[in-house]
């Protein structure tokens, strides 16, 4: 198998794996609910930014493809 179909095999798997994991809830009650996301309520206005949140899964992300490349 050539270097790109291996690279679109494994993060289809990778994306049906966090598609199962949210699908079956896990993580509901921390995932973006984390010290350091932003939430905001006045009245009837709600602004949530879960910036922590974010930077894990990106950081997760990132070391999942550095160590398929190697």
């Known amino acids: 198998m050539n270097e790109p179909g291996k690279m ?3 993060i289809g798997l990778m994306i049906a794996l966090v598609g199962l994991l949210v699908w079956s809830g896990f993580g509901k009650g921390w995932l973006g609910r984390m010290p350091g996301d932003i939430h905001y309520t006045k ?6 930014f879960p910036v922590v ?4 899964i990106s950081v997760a992300l990132t070391f999942l493809i550095w160590l398929f490349q190697k």
């Open 8 to 10: 679109l095999f494994i």
């Open 53 to 56: 949140t974010c930077l894990l």
């Open 43 to 48: 009245g009837n206005f709600s602004f949530h």
